[in-house]
């Protein structure tokens, strides 16, 4: 912080990632094109100039073959734009997902020879095609392949293969993206690197998820720079389309709005009108294609999100709670450009890995998509399994694959065999990485603003993920039409920050006022009215203490009843009455009696329908289900906290006043003495209750009579009175004491449950 003079949030991002030495930082972060390897340094690339410069020079037609995802398209446009500048006869071919597939295709290659062509050059793909490569020589065709995908046993047999981690090459960086691979040819043949087209290479680069270190961090974080400011008419055309100023541009604009729309095309038809977009010169023109690349995206979010709801269905109806290790799901009349997508989301959702296959009954083939967690390379995986996989390729995490109909069974079997082996509980668990714990009193505006120099955020450099810890929750708030989203105030050390949950909305029925929390989440700036003020979008909240809901004083249940969860919740009643009471409220709930309740549910929310007689009831509730949310009501008809018990003083008036009458017909002359002395009927019942169970007097057909030779004994020894104490002292701890004495209270008696528990464990 001293020797680079940065903020301690920015150290903290900086150190969770590795960096110690500030020299190195400095270095990091001041990336620029002295980053840049000579990209002679890639195998085979004076092979594949002099041969391109050599069509050039003769006037051959070239040909760049692409791949229809951002990666390949910018890939296309890169390339292209660099062999346009150099005077070649160059045109592009990207095949279709649909009647083609991925890669190198034989039938395409003819095409292009029979238009003419004699150079085919590969971006983002070939490295796996080696049946066509071969069929390519057969034609007269010349073949240069750059690629960066994952390389197999054997190389393809070309002109020359260019990629960052070939077996027999050196280059100082092997995570080039294929839109990289595409843009270091591109600077061989210019003899300098074109800058302009970083704005190409950003996108693909983000959009294709490598790692953002070396090279790439250069690429995307000039490309950025360069897109805020960008005169290209199909940038400006996609920005408006998505709703978006050039000068807000980041890496999670070309990752979540620029990719997609340049993903769509290819994903639903022909990709070419994402090539067109990105070298469109006419600014109508882009415009158009924009329009339409924005209505194949919204068209391509509908199919996946009906897809996603078929996939889960499919899972509920196969495994019920027998989660499998691996989900291979197959079905007729899946769209194949979008399952890729869809295995994102059930991979994202059960932390497992995936296949969605699309099923051609007609070929009697399925053609897939894989996702995977960290610990399964599904690359490998699939190529233990390449004896029923004519067709597959990927990375770790990522995967495409067709295969026949009748080996689906097989592959789901033997990849759950695979990842029984390798996977285990931990890793098929859920988790996020917290890196960044922060106080309150560190995030300012300023400093949110200043993260640009340590931008871009991305494969290998994550954005952060922070956590302020140990905040209190200073208000509570649904927000939205259909009060759905949450809003929080946090508050820490006399520093407050806002809190946002998008669809969080129900957890404000889980919070407490003034409750002890740890909140992670992304830190953003929001700005109103030119007021600008940091807040966090909540990814998730945890907190350790049990949360208590103040219901008291709640006359009509009507109106709580509807906030309490449905699951795992528990209704007790210490009362018979109460009971009876309730019935009607909670047609459905599962209403227990205090002595009834044996600890057999599991119990998140207790609901305390009414006031035990002793507070031993209510500690062993909490032993016996240690509920994390507790909803007090205490529902008290008669309460005895203000009548009090009468004084000493009252006690011996009315013995006395026993002694001198023999009898006392309390029935008929009760409400007389209680007028005279200003006491309730209650008390003098109470009283005389209390001298029958000591012994002091008898009670016969209605009368008090007193006992001349009753001894002495302390009033408290009557059970009556033992009673009416307990009842008073209960009413004020759990009825009438101040929300946060009640909350306390059940902390202590928490504190004390865990010390039992370690107690006992030790």
């Not at 998509?369 to 597959?392: C, T, W």
């Not at 209190?472 to 989203?485: L, T």
């Not at 508050?491 to 006022?513: N, R």
């Not at 210490?574 to 309730?582: E, L």
Request: some cysteine.
């Amino acid at each position: 912080m001293d020797e680079l003079k940065i903020p301690s949030m920015h150290a903290k991002i900086l150190v969770s990632r590795g960096f110690t030495n500030p020299a190195e930082v400095k270095e990091f972060l001041s990336a620029d094109a002295g980053v840049l390897h000579d990209p002679f340094l890639l195998h085979d690339m004076d092979k594949a100039v002099a041969r391109i410069k050599q069509a050039i020079a003769d006037g051959e037609h070239i040909v760049v073959y692409g791949d229809y995802d951002a990666d390949g398209v910018t890939s296309v446009s890169v390339l292209t734009t660099a062999l346009e500048r150099l005077g070649a006869d160059v045109s592009f071919v990207i095949p279709n997902r649909f009647s083609h597939g991925y890669g190198p295709n034989s039938g395409l290659f003819q095409e292009i020879a029979d238009l003419g062509a004699s150079l085919i050059i590969t971006v983002d793909n070939g490295v796996s095609g080696i049946e066509q490569a071969a069929y390519a020589k057969s034609i007269g065709l010349d073949l240069i392949i750059t690629d960066h995908h994952e390389i197999g046993e054997t190389l393809p047999e070309a002109d020359a293969v260019i990629h960052p981690r070939h077996p027999d090459g050196h280059y100082p960086f092997g995570e080039l993206a294929g839109v990289g691979v595409a843009f270091k040819l591109a600077t061989a043949l210019l003899g300098e690197a074109p800058l302009d087209l970083l704005e190409f290479a950003a996108i693909g680069t983000v959009a294709d998820l490598v790692p953002l270190l070396d090279e790439n961090r250069y690429f995307v974080k000039e490309g950025i720079r360069r897109l805020r400011m960008s005169s290209r008419p199909g940038i400006q055309a996609l920005a408006k389309a998505g709703g978006t100023e050039l000068r807000q541009f980041t890496e999670e604009t070309l990752g979540f709005m620029v990719g997609p729309r340049l993903n769509a095309p290819g994903r639903l038809g022909d990709a070419d009108a994402a090539v067109d977009l990105l070298k469109a010169d006419e600014p109508t023109v882009a415009a158009g294609i924009a329009a339409e690349l924005d209505r194949l995206n919204k068209e391509r979010q509908a199919l996946v999100n009906g897809i996603t709801q078929e996939a889960l269905a499919m899972v509920e109806a196969e495994y019920g709670n027998d989660i499998p290790h691996v989900f291979v799901l197959a079905k007729e009349g899946w769209n194949p450009g979008v399952i890729g997508i869809v295995s994102s989301r059930i991979t994202e959702k059960f932390h497992r890995p995936s296949i969605i296959l699309s099923i051609d009954p007609e070929a009697g083939t399925a053609k897939g998509s894989a996702r995977s967690v960290e610990g399964f390379d599904m690359y490998q995986g699939l190529a233990k399994n390449r004896d029923i996989l004519p067709h597959f390729g990927g990375h770790q995490m990522a995967a495409g694959m067709t295969l026949k109909l009748e080996d689906v069974d097989t592959l789901r079997n033997q990849l759950n065999r695979q990842a029984a082996d390798m996977l285990t509980d931990e890793q098929l668990t859920a988790t996020v990485s917290i890196d960044v714990p922060l106080t309150i009193g560190e995030i300012e505006v300023g400093v949110l603003e200043s993260l640009e120099q340590l931008r871009p955020f991305g494969m290998s450099f994550p954005k952060p993920v922070y956590m302020i810890e140990n905040t209190s929750v200073a208000s509570i708030r649904k927000i939205g039409a259909a009060k759905n989203h949450l809003k929080l105030e946090l508050e820490d050390g006399g520093h407050k920050l806002d809190a946002i949950g998008f669809s969080q909305g129900p957890l404000a029925d889980e919070m407490t006022h003034g409750m002890s929390l740890n909140v992670i989440g992304d830190l953003q700036v929001n700005e109103w009215n030119n007021f600008k003020k940091p807040q966090i979008l909540i990814e998730d909240i945890r907190s350790e203490e049990r949360q208590v809901f103040d219901l008291r004083g709640i006359r009509d249940p009507q109106r709580w009843v509807g906030t309490i969860p449905k699951e795992k919740v528990l209704y007790v009643a210490f009362q018979p009455n109460t009971k009876t009471y309730f019935a009607p409220f909670l047609p459905d709930a599962d209403i227990r009696m205090a002595e009834d309740c044996t600890g057999d549910a599991a119990v998140e929310s207790l609901v305390l329908l009414d006031i035990p007689d002793q507070q031993r009831q209510l500690e062993q509730l909490m032993t016996l289900f240690s509920p994390g949310r507790i909803y007090a009501h205490f529902y008290a008809p008669e309460s005895r906290y203000f009548d009090g018990i009468p004084s000493r003083q009252e006690f011996g008036w009315y013995f006395t006043f026993l002694k001198k009458r023999g009898t006392f017909d309390i029935r008929n002359q009760g409400g007389q003495l209680a007028k005279h002395k200003g006491w309730k009927i209650d008390t003098i019942y109470f009283m005389s209750k209390v001298f029958f169970e000591l012994g002091f007097v008898k009670i016969e057909n209605g009368a008090v009579i007193a006992e001349p030779a009753a001894g002495k004994r302390d009033l408290a020894e009557a059970p009556a009175y033992k009673e009416r104490q307990q009842q008073i002292e209960m009413e004020e701890r759990l009825l009438y004491a101040p929300y946060h004495e009640l909350k306390q209270w059940f902390q202590q008696v928490q504190q004390v449950q865990a010390v039992e528990e370690e107690t006992v464990w030790t």
